[in-house]
């Protein structure tokens, strides 16, 4: 039996020992990228909202063995943004509103520990704090306290932040970071995964018929604040939902005219059932 123990301890040094070789060999593939991206004076954004989506999709989705899918989540989670890191340096704002443990170990397992973590009161100081920085990301919960108000409101304008991603990629039963936020960052114009489009829209006047008629097109109410002027919400819908047919509906359950205001966009959230092995 020791025999075979020590067999079997070998085989997995040597598995260890391999993937240490390609995670450097990952590394060095990553410094070539920057090197081909300096020479083409590409001043694009490093994140890649589109691509880390179909990669953790993917991920998730794959067969995990013994492991739970927690693992390779996170595992993976942490390499796309270490690599990221190394090649655009940049800080996480995030909004401890909820309590400081929740959303620092939401942010540990999608950014790791490389990755400064920077704390803020509420969505609106995280909006603030990206707004005002040269290229870091922000992560708020998306149940914001309902005296915030319209929080949303400092994503409004052209050149102000932008939603970019919704953590986690997928719900499911014990997650250990199961809590919901919304990633933004400064605007960019391409790596972005737009299978759901977050918008604001200025209505004359709130009705609870608006719950309904914007289910029924399939879309999500995600906030509301009110005042004297009528009513603001945010909605979450799939892009192939026009503006238009948003307004329409809202019109229709008698909210009066409304405006739209895309303020960010995500990959399609689900839940995903991991397809471990017994």
Known sequence: MSNTLSQLRVEIDRIDSEMHKLLVERG????????VKKAAGDVGSAFRPDREAALMRAIIEKDCGRWPVDVP?????IILA??????????????ISGGEIPIRESMRFHFGFTVPFA???DAKAVIRAVDEAAGDLGVFLIAQAPGLGAWWEGLARPQAPKIIARLPFADRPGHPAGLPVYVIAKPQNEG??????V???????WRNEAHTALREIGA???????????????????TKISAERLTAALNTAKCGPSRYAELGCHARHSAIAPRNKA
């Open 73 to 77: 989540e996170n595992i993976w989670r």
């Open 220 to 238: 999500e109410l995600v906030a509301s604040a009110g005042n004297a002027q009528g009513a603001q919400i945010l909605v979450a819908h799939e």
């Open 82 to 95: 270490t690599s990221t890191y190394t090649q655009v340096p940049y800080t996480v704002h995030a909004d």
């Open 199 to 205: 918008a604001s829209l200025q209505l004359e006047r």
């Open 192 to 197: 972005l995964a737009r299978e759901t489009i």
């Open 119 to 121: 704390p803020a009161g």
């Open 28 to 35: 060095e593939v990553v410094g070539r990228v920057i090197e």
